[in-house]
């Protein structure tokens, strides 16, 4: 099956610097790439997402960028601020299939 | 849009007792919902599939007759934990994704229930 692997476990960064995590996926079959932004004490919640077919997409300070090839995924947060502070989990999941497989989470604290 | 409501967010139980959890698609119906366990500073762990008007498919490991799933209408799926120990504790967050959008479409999540057994 599936297997997502997500680095690092922790960031800490400055406000206004930029932020990368990057998450690797196992099966080549995987075509759907969400990202997730979990606080505390809450659900996780969607910040960007990214189909097999497109090698990016941006949403403002959030981009996520695709290689498929190597088979793996980035977040990238610009200018980031004290209030992106949270858990970060990328996921996938593979055509056909319903599931979202999650990888281990990123937290990120940013430093005003 | 895509609000998923869920219900009670803490609950604080007797070791023993059941504990009935509900997740509520509130502006989109549902034909399948998904339920996960989190435990604190670790990924959500999936632990079955609930399809509207069928069983459940559980995943591996997870005991199906202690975790009773019930997906009676295209809103509402229950997760009931029967005769819960301590080491139930923990987060249970539900999912949902719109009914008709293809499997590579986001699965929105509820703020999750946070489970105390004494």
């Known amino acids: 099956g599936e297997n997502v692997e997500q680095h690092p476990s922790t960031l800490s960064v400055q406000e206004g610097d930029s932020a990368v995590i990057k998450c690797t996926y196992s099966?080549?079959?995987?075509?759907?790439f969400p990202w997730y932004k979990q606080e505390l004490g809450k659900g996780p919640q969607l910040i960007i997402d990214?189909?097999?077919?497109?090698g990016e997409k941006k949403d403002q300070r959030i981009a996520v960028t695709l290689n498929k090839t190597a088979k793996h995924f980035s977040l990238h947060i610009t200018e980031t601020q004290p209030e992106d502070s949270a858990v970060y989990f990328c996921?996938?999941?593979?055509?056909?299939?319903?599931?979202?497989?999650f990888g281990t989470g990123t937290r990120l604290l940013v430093s005003p | 849009g895509a609000v998923v409501s869920q219900h009670p967010s803490r609950v604080i139980c007797k070791s023993g007792t059941s504990v009935k959890i509900e997740c509520r698609s509130l502006?989109?119906?549902?034909?399948?919902m998904f339920w996960y366990r989190q435990f604190p500073k670790q990924s959500l762990m999936l632990m079955a599939t609930?399809?509207?008007?069928?069983?459940?498919?559980?995943e591996q490991g997870v005991e199906k007759d202690k975790f009773l799933i019930n997906h009676a209408s295209l809103t509402l799926s229950t997760l009931t934990v029967t005769s819960a120990h301590p080491e139930d504790s923990s987060f249970y967050i539900c999912?949902?994704?719109?009914?008709?959008?293809?499997?590579?479409?986001?699965?929105?999540f509820g703020n999750g229930t946070r489970l105390t057994v004494t």
């Open positions: 999912s949902a994704r719109e009914a008709g959008l293809s499997y590579n479409s986001p699965l929105h």
């Open positions: 099966d080549s079959a995987s075509n759907y």
């Open positions: 990214i189909r097999s077919n497109v």
């Open positions: 996921a996938a999941s593979i055509s056909g299939f319903q599931k979202l497989v």
């Open positions: 502006d989109f119906q549902a034909t399948t």
């Open positions: 609930s399809n509207e008007g069928s069983k459940a498919t559980y």
